[in-house]
Structures are given as C-alpha cells and as structure tokens.
C-alpha cells in the first residue's frame, strides 16, 4: 500500500478535489469555492495524498465568533475506501479546531450515507437533530457534534 501523506491543500490540487466532489449527487464544491477556501484564513483544507494523487481531504471552517468548527466537508475516493482515511481525516478537523481554539466540532451529514453516519458515531458525535430535505436533491440529514472537555483546549494565540 503506498504511504499517504496528511497536508495543506494546494491549488494544483484543485482537479483532485473536483473529482471527488462529483461523486456526491448533489451540494457539491464549485471550483470557485474552492479556490476561495484555499485562501480564506477561517477555513482548513486539508487533503490525504499519495504517489497518485489526492486521495482525500477534509474541510473546517473556523466562524468568527463561533466557539464551534463546522466540518464542511469530507471526501475520499472510492478505490481509497476501508483504508482508514475517513478516521485519519476527522481526527485530523479535530485537531485543527482545538488548535484553533474551538470547543468542538459540527457536522451534517446525509441519512442516506450508512458510512459516514457510522464513522462520527464511532468517533463519540452526538446526533444533535434531524435535517429534512436538508441536501439540494431533498435528501434528509442529521447534524452531529462533538465537544471536547476544556482541559483538552488549547489557547487561542495572541
């Protein structure tokens, strides 16, 4: 298996990360919103990559005034599924929210994705409420959150 590396997003990956965006049947990331988040300083894009490419990644977005990150997104390529990124992306959003100062993270996620509602249960989320017709094509959701204890905060830097 060859070795994937977590790190920042870079423009050149933006072809990867349309093409794991197209997989999903709707609400998908435009170029142009990537493109913005990969120069916006409240999110974190983070991609999985090996000797192929862009395997995966993760979006966080950090709200002014918000002690909770939102994971916008998490994506992983079909042929790169049952290898453990989903795990390695999640607890890699994690990280970058409590460095960030946040004291958790939230999410929504389609009810019809058996995978990924299992990946954040496993992972100690809390389904938070239920989203009806929450996606573009209708489908309904479920936002989940996780909080972390505030001895597990890290300070916000000065």
Request: charged share 25%; aromatic share 8%.
């Amino acid at each position: 298996m060859a070795t994937v590396q977590l790190r920042d997003a870079r423009p050149d990956d933006l072809p990867a990360l349309l093409a794991l965006e197209a997989r999903f049947p709707g609400d998908r990331l435009s170029a142009r919103q990537f493109r913005h988040h990969l120069g916006n300083p409240r999110a974190r894009l983070r991609v999985l990559a090996d000797e192929a490419g862009v395997q995966a990644y993760h979006l966080v977005l950090l709200r002014r005034g918000s002690r909770w990150a939102r994971l916008y997104s998490i994506a992983v390529a079909d042929a790169a599924r049952g290898q453990g990124l989903g795990r390695r992306l999640l607890a890699d959003a994690e990280a970058q929210a409590r460095a960030a100062g946040c004291r958790g993270l939230r999410l929504e996620v389609r009810q019809d994705n058996p995978a990924a509602n299992a990946l954040y249960v496993a992972a100690g989320y809390r389904r938070l409420g239920a989203l009806p017709g929450y996606y573009d094509d209708g489908a309904d959701g479920w936002r989940y959150g996780r909080d972390w204890p505030s001895h597990d905060q890290r300070p916000t830097a000065s």
